[in-house]
């Protein structure tokens, strides 16, 4: 059974360093038929993806918090880390891992990518 | 464009058929996957590539896509598939979008 959990702090202060851990079980952070990523979610909003992380190391970030964002991971401890720097009330949300996987239709030559299954959340309050 | 665009919110009369789309110029190039959101719950996928279903997803779920726009269509809508539908694909850089949600109401 493939299942992801989130972890880290509930409240975070202005200014700081939010650490998000994603610990992976059921599959390998080395298999490079997929990958791990993070979503957000602020209350009441949208879902908004924010990186992913390939098998090789690859990592894609959200262009709106390039330069805040970073994802890694450490495969021995099936664990994918999120930092994002310089957090600010608007970091406010729940933040979800999910498996990344890949297909391409052999007809039409189309690509695509899908999420599952997703972590419970983990939601976290950007606040003085 | 970059951007995934939905519906905010539609309506159906339990038992009806009722289609959610999502609108992009990224979805001339790639297939969409769909994401079922209950309150407090976390997505689940419904729906990826031409119109593939995970297992466990009732087989009244469907998709489809055309010319830049990609539909979930619901045949028989229950009371629980009431709930925030997401449509999502990659671009031509291999980021990821997301649509604005659709608040599917069975009414």
């Known amino acids: 059974q493939v299942t992801l959990k989130e972890s880290g702090p509930v409240l975070v202060k202005p200014t700081e360093t939010l650490t998000l851990t994603c610990t992976v079980s059921g599959f390998s952070l080395n298999d490079p038929t997929m990958a791990v990523t993070w979503i957000r979610q602020p209350p009441g909003k949208a879902l908004e993806w924010l990186a992913r992380i390939f098998s090789n190391g690859e990592t894609a970030q959200s262009p709106s918090l390039e330069g805040r964002l970073f994802i890694s991971k450490d495969s021995s401890k099936n664990q994918v880390v999120l930092t994002l720097t310089n957090v600010d009330p608007g970091d406010t949300a729940t933040y979800f891992c999910?498996?990344?996987?890949?297909?391409?239709?052999?007809?039409?030559?189309?690509?695509?990518?899908?999420?599952?299954?997703w972590g419970r959340g983990t939601l976290v309050t950007v606040s003085s | 464009s970059s951007e995934l665009t939905q519906d905010p919110a539609v309506s159906v009369a339990l038992g009806q058929t009722v289609t959610i789309t999502c609108q992009g110029d990224?979805?001339?190039?790639?297939?969409a996957s769909w994401y079922q959101q209950r309150p407090g719950q976390a997505p689940i996928l419904v729906m990826y590539g031409k119109d593939s279903r995970p297992s466990g997803i009732p087989d009244r779920f469907s998709g489809s896509s055309s010319g830049g726009t990609a539909s979930l269509t619901v045949t028989g809508a229950q009371a629980e598939d009431e709930a925030v539908y997401y449509c999502?694909?990659?671009?031509?850089?291999?980021?990821?979008?997301f649509g604005g949600g659709t608040k599917l109401t069975v009414l």
């Open positions: 999502n694909c990659r671009d031509s850089s291999g980021l990821q979008l």
């Open positions: 990224s979805l001339r190039d790639f297939y």
């Open positions: 999910a498996r990344l996987l890949f297909g391409a239709d052999i007809l039409t030559g189309y690509a695509y990518n899908w999420f599952d299954p």
